[in-house]
């Protein structure tokens, strides 16, 4: 960050630690069916106040105020515990191979190329870095998340990263809760396990511990299911007297596992995050969530990153829900997989006391999807990105269909987009002190676009619109 904007990012950062996602106390109610998503509200009402739901109700009897119409089902916002945000406007990769696990892909030059050097070349550029992770945050908002992880990291232990705050809650990294404070997240996301120094390892353990970690979601386990050196990686959890294997840890991947791995998984405790389609592109296979369900273990489904898994939650639900209903008979029942990305990753994460459900009180992180088929699930399980027609994070719309925004924000600047033939309307809050901030969706695309050129590739869709690039 150049110095100028220093001092600013630090006194923003005092000034909102609180609640830098959403300040406009402002209340509406909106009517369709909710979705808690224990329970169905076929003609319900959820009021919302400042950045939290003041009410949820079987009926607008009795509801003050403004109520608007969204003919729509009302879904908690999805949550999205696995994710690289900032490689997700690369283009699909197609390597047209399979590997036996991360490690091989890693080493080749078809991933550098591709890949690597492209996302390097923009995170060595400050701006563009920030214009990255905003790209695949709004991204990530439009296949439905409300929260992510694996947002923009700090380059050097410092603030430079303010720019992530004010639109996707970053559970890692700012989730905009009271208690928030950049970079110093409950929630410990760790890509490489194994390079963990002893200290990090006796610091996180002692942490889940005392409750000063809440969460540490950890890579293992990725390759193919055969492959005994991402099987090894169990041995890396349970070393140090089960160091890893405890409450609080959620192990991402886990392709490699065994039922008796799953089994002492669930007796601990530990959940897993599955990705599929990622898995069964780069290694032809995925995890045996069968076995781990029979065990216990709590699973939430995760996108991992769009070049070589799904562009976002719904897109990854879509592909989830087809996947099981090829299995004979079906793993997972349709309110399952809903749970899998709702209820059960608030749950993983620490955060189902503020996110994951609607209920009064809980933080207004709002999916709608358009009410074109009548069972809710299923409208969620098989969405197009055009139907997402409405999402609010801590109060706030951000992003939806035009006569929505239109209507509960018609004071702000919204910025129009096309999403699979659909208008759509973004608003992004510029958040004081960070100029970053206040670039439109517009300009960020054409700054990356411009940076990709020079490596002969070209940014990727906020959305697939056919299914066509679904295998
Ligand atoms: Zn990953």
Request: hydrophobic fraction near 40%; aromatic fraction near 8%.
């Given at each position: 960050m150049a110095?100028?904007?220093?001092?600013?990012?630090?006194?923003l950062i005092s000034f909102?630690?609180?609640r830098c996602i959403a300040q406009d106390?402002?209340?509406?109610?909106?009517?369709?069916?909710?979705?808690?998503?224990?329970?169905?509200?076929?003609?319900?009402?959820?009021?919302?106040?400042?950045?939290q739901i003041e009410g949820v109700r079987a009926t607008v009897a009795g509801v003050q105020g403004s109520i608007v119409e969204t003919d729509s089902f009302i879904f908690p916002g999805l949550i999205d515990l696995h994710d690289h945000i900032t490689w997700n406007l690369l283009p699909r990769w197609r390597p047209n191979q399979l590997f036996m696990n991360r490690y091989e892909w890693q080493q080749k030059a078809a991933y550098s190329i591709a890949l690597d050097q492209p996302h390097y070349s923009i995170s060595a550029d400050h701006e563009l870095a920030c214009d990255a992770d905003r790209f695949g945050e709004i991204k990530a908002i439009v296949g439905g998340a409300t929260s992510v992880v694996g947002g923009l990291a700090p380059t050097s232990g410092s603030n430079d990263n303010a720019c992530i705050l004010g639109l996707t809650r970053n559970l890692d990294i700012y989730a905009g809760f009271p208690d928030s404070v950049l970079n110093k997240e409950k929630v410990w996301y760790v890509i490489f396990p194994l390079e963990m120094s002893l200290a990090a390892t006796v610091a996180v353990r002692s942490g889940l511990d005392s409750g000063a970690v809440k969460a540490l979601l950890v890579h293992a386990g990725e390759g193919k299911p055969t492959d005994a050196a991402a099987?090894?990686?169990?041995?890396?959890?349970?070393?140090?007297?089960?160091?890893?294997?405890?409450?609080?840890v959620s192990v991402i991947h886990g392709v490699a596992f065994n039922a008796a791995d799953f089994k002492r998984m669930a007796k601990a405790g530990v959940g897993l995050i599955w990705s599929p389609r990622s898995n069964i592109e780069l290694y032809?296979?995925?995890?045996?969530?069968?076995?781990?369900?029979?065990?216990?273990v709590k699973i939430?489904?995760?996108?991992?990153?769009?070049?070589?898994?799904?562009?976002?939650?719904?897109?990854?639900?879509?592909?989830?829900?087809?996947?099981?209903?090829?299995?004979?008979?079906?793993?997972?029942e349709n309110g399952e997989l809903v749970n899998m990305a709702?209820?059960?990753?608030?749950?993983?994460a620490g955060a189902d006391k503020q996110i994951g459900s609607l209920a009064k009180?809980?933080?207004?992180?709002?999916?709608?999807?358009?009410?074109?088929?009548?069972?809710a699930n299923r409208a969620l399980l098989y969405a197009s990105p055009a139907d997402v027609r409405l999402v609010v994070i801590g109060g706030v719309p951000i992003y939806g269909d035009a006569d929505l925004m239109d209507r509960l924000l018609p004071q702000r600047e919204l910025e129009r987009l096309t999403v699979c033939g659909v208008s759509k309307k973004l608003y992004i809050k510029p958040q004081p002190g960070i100029p970053e901030t206040a670039k439109t969706f517009k300009q960020i695309s054409g700054e990356l676009q411009s940076k990709l050129s020079e490596w002969g590739t070209s940014l990727a869709e906020l959305a697939p619109c056919d299914g066509s690039n679904l295998k």
């Open positions: 110095v100028r904007h220093l001092s600013a990012a630090i006194l909102c630690s609180s106390e402002q209340r509406f109610t909106l009517k369709g069916t909710i979705v808690t998503p224990s329970q169905v509200l076929s003609d319900g009402a959820i009021s919302i106040l400042g950045s099987a090894r990686e169990f041995a890396m959890l349970a070393k140090n007297g089960d160091g890893f294997l405890r409450p609080g032809g296979g995925t995890t045996d969530v069968l076995s781990a369900k029979a065990s216990g939430a489904l995760a996108p991992d990153w769009s070049p070589t898994g799904s562009d976002g939650m719904i897109e990854e639900l879509k592909y989830a829900s087809t996947w099981n209903a090829a299995q004979y008979p079906p793993v997972f709702t209820i059960f990753p608030a749950q993983l009180g809980m933080y207004a992180d709002l999916l709608l999807i358009r009410r074109n088929v009548t069972d």
